[in-house]
């Protein structure tokens, strides 16, 4: 299991001529929370097009690296296009609040959990109530319900089933979980 920020930043490699093709610097979503693909670094500031590398092209994400398969997975596309992503985009997933159906807010999206295989979904929410809270009582680990249209992902907020907030562990556990 992978922690999405742990990604970001990680160059992006070609495997069979080891060239780096890229950084990465976000991930795109569906509005199912399937990854769709890795965003990369764009040196131009106010870029029209966004560079990046679709999820099926991916073969490993690795602690320091990311592998594709060829320099041909790295395609550019209309940056409207990235509706949703976890830094960026028109929704952007960080920091948005989980509540449930109930009305009682969770905390705030601080990071996702997903497999490194194409085609995964989120597995699990690590949720922040702010920088104090997280000093003194850590943040929280949320496992993503195994139905996926249980979840509502939301422009403003990400809605989640009543029972999430007995299911809420502290991070540390989550880390034993596969």
């Known amino acids: 299991m992978i922690k999405l920020q742990q990604l970001i930043g990680l160059p992006v490699i070609v495997i069979h001529s080891g060239k780096h093709v890229g950084t990465v610097k976000d ?65 952007k997933l960080k920091d948005l609040p989980v509540v449930t159906v ?22 699990g929410y690590e949720l922040t109530d702010g920088f104090i809270s997280d000093l003194m009582e850590g943040r929280k680990w949320l496992r993503a319900p195994d139905d996926s249209d249980a979840v509502l992902l939301g422009e403003d907020a990400i809605i989640v089933p009543a029972v999430s907030e007995t299911e809420l562990e502290p991070v540390a556990a989550s880390n034993s979980i596969e």
């Open 27 to 91: 991930a795109w979503f569906d509005e199912h929370w399937k990854l769709l693909g890795l965003v990369l670094a764009n040196a131009k500031r106010f870029a029209t097009s966004v560079i990046l590398v679709k999820w099926s092209d991916v073969l490993t994400c690795g602690e320091d690296a990311v592998l594709i398969s060829g320099e041909d997975a790295v395609v550019s596309v209309k940056a409207s296009e990235i509706l949703r992503s976890f830094n960026s985009g028109t929704v």
């Open 102 to 123: 109930q009305g009682v807010q969770l905390g705030r999206l601080s990071d996702v959990y997903f497999y490194p295989f194409q085609g995964t979904q989120i597995i």
